[in-house]
């Protein structure tokens, strides 16, 4: 505390929740790109018993149904309960079910009791994931509040969708180092390795989760102690979640569909040689491009805003994906394959320049504080969804195109998802609103006057015991927010980031 009797805080402490709530996805990154290797393993160690069985679709893409309900479900709890409970029992939830992951095993040692049991773990596994959305990322968007006007989304972005990114960049370094170890005759200790290295992240996490304070933009604008108005929030925010939602879906059906089987395309293109070395080697190389798109994307959302960034990148990814699929029958052969993987890894980090980084940040800004864990966790389950659809329909697009085994098979997914992509760049543009750095204020200090004008008693916002701190003239929504924001504008001396 200086002389004036006014609080300091190091850049550290101020920065540090922003570390603490969006760090947590990096499991998401990681334990989402995992199963596309592990899948992989699979097949090789279990051959047509695995590959002609359901079990190769349940494996990967089963935690997509286990995230939409843990988004769902911990949307509801990050705005009834707080945004720390959420997080704390999301990472509980990883850290439980990633351990079960690594160990699962079938009765007497059958291939059918591991799978189902792997496919069980890996369900409840996606609850904890999407339990990340709406508790850590919310939280995260809202303690970027305190940093510089200026950097704001862009700190928001590298420690949500980088974390994400770095984590599908890790899933793939880490087989291939465990393969390195232990050699191709011990297949079953690199997957299961492999995946008991997701547990680090959310283990070295909880701590410091426990320690968080409940954000005090969160206690004031919060409606767990009141009854929430749906009716007027389905007016006033419904078209923007319908907008957010579909072009979440669109760039998770493309996404994480390609993600998942991203080894599988990289053994097709190089050769299904007796070894994994060398496609597990390129599929690094492919994964390493999301980073400096994700990255370069977080600084140009800050520049010229995150819709003008989504619609941006949404288009020259569209427009790239047609040149790639134009040209698929001349890149996809072993003798191209690094110009394959430099031009379908240019792909994938426009993909994270536009809608990787700037969809998570418009639907965690462009919604009032009450409802927002909900919001998101809305838009987010839509685009997983969109995620779930796309590991099942991709391979129906590509048998009905001529099978994988064909030029015209393989470039189908490019052209439909290259389609969609400029599709929802027009949305983008025309339909979400413009993110500024003060915008989670601003939609507060709306949202408050649209409830008053329509009859909602707003002094029965926040916690109770911040009630009292509020002008006699409660229901004016601009007066609360505003007298609010200077009582913390007093506690704080905001460093600059």
């Known amino acids: 505390m200086s002389e004036t009797g006014v609080v300091t805080r190091s850049r550290w402490q101020i920065m540090m929740p922003v570390i603490v709530c969006g760090s947590g996805l990096f499991s998401?990154?990681?334990?989402?790109?995992?199963?596309?290797?592990?899948n992989t393993i699979l097949g090789r160690i279990y051959g047509d018993e695995y590959k002609n069985s359901p079990a190769q679709s349940n494996v990967s893409s089963i935690a997509f149904a286990g995230t939409i309900i843990g988004m769902l479900v911990f949307g509801?709890?990050?705005?009834?309960?707080?945004r720390?409970?959420?997080?704390?029992?999301?990472?509980?939830?990883?850290?439980?079910?990633?351990?079960?992951?690594?160990?699962?095993?079938?009765?007497?040692?059958?291939?059918?009791?591991?799978?189902a049991a792997l496919t069980a773990y890996r369900f409840l596994l996606g609850i904890g994931i999407g339990g990340e959305y709406p508790a850590g990322s919310v939280a995260c968007s809202e303690a970027t509040?305190?940093?510089?006007?200026?950097?704001?989304?862009?700190?928001?972005?590298?420690?949500?969708?980088?974390?994400i990114d770095f984590g599908f960049v890790i899933a793939a370094f880490a087989p291939l180092c465990v393969l390195w170890i232990f050699g191709?005759?011990?297949?079953?200790?690199?997957w299961?390795?492999?995946?008991?290295?997701?547990?680090?992240?959310?283990?070295?996490?909880?701590?410091?989760?426990?320690?968080?304070?409940?954000?005090?933009?969160?206690?004031?604008?919060?409606?767990r102690e009141t009854k929430t108005p749906w009716l007027l929030v389905a007016k006033y925010y419904g078209p923007r979640l319908v907008v957010l939602s579909i072009i979440w879906f669109i760039y998770d059906f493309s996404a994480y569909s390609f993600g998942i089987y991203g080894s599988s395309i990289l053994e097709i293109v190089v050769g299904e040689e007796e070894s994994l070395y060398k496609p597990f080697g390129w599929n690094v190389v492919l994964n390493l491009f999301y980073i400096p798109g994700a990255v370069a994307g977080s600084f140009i959302s800050d520049w010229i805003g995150a819709k003008q960034t989504l619609a941006l990148g949404l288009t020259a990814q569209g427009l790239v994906g047609l040149i790639m699929a134009g040209c698929y029958g001349k890149l996809a052969t072993p003798e191209h394959v690094a110009g394959f993987v430099v031009v379908y890894g240019i792909f994938l980090t426009l993909g994270e320049l536009g809608a990787g980084d700037n969809i998570g940040l418009l639907a965690s800004k462009s919604s009032a504080t009450a409802i927002r864990g909900q919001f998101y966790g809305i838009a987010a389950a839509v685009g997983k969804i969109g995620a779930f659809v796309g590991t099942y329909v991709f391979p129906i697009i590509i048998k009905n195109a001529g099978g994988s085994k064909t030029v015209k098979g393989n470039q189908a997914p490019f052209w439909v998802s290259s389609a969609l992509c400029l599709f929802s760049a027009i949305l983008a543009w025309f339909f979400l609103p413009n993110v500024g750095q003060d915008t989670i204020t601003e939609e507060d200090i709306a949202f408050r006057a649209y409830l008053a004008a329509n009859g909602y008693d707003v002094s029965q916002i926040g916690v109770k015991e911040l009630r009292g701190e509020r002008p006699d003239d409660a229901n004016s929504a601009d007066g609360v927010a505003h007298s609010s924001i200077m009582k913390e504008d007093e506690k704080f001396v905001t460093v600059a980031m």
Request: net charge positive; hydrophobic share 45%; glycine share 12%.
């Open 184 to 190: 191709m005759n011990k297949l079953e200790v690199v």
């Open 145 to 163: 509040g305190e940093l510089k006007s200026g950097s704001r989304n862009r700190w928001f972005i590298i420690f949500t969708n980088v974390m």
């Open 84 to 115: 720390k409970v959420g997080m704390v029992a999301s990472t509980s939830i990883l850290i439980v079910f990633a351990a079960l992951c690594t160990g699962a095993y079938g009765a007497n040692g059958s291939v059918g009791g591991l799978l």
């Open 28 to 38: 998401d990154g990681y334990l989402n790109g995992i199963i596309g290797t592990v």
């Open 76 to 82: 509801y709890i990050s705005d009834n309960l707080s």
């Open 192 to 223: 299961r390795v492999s995946l008991g290295l997701g547990v680090i992240m959310p283990l070295s996490i909880i701590y410091f989760r426990t320690q968080l304070k409940e954000g005090e933009n969160y206690k004031r604008e919060t409606m």
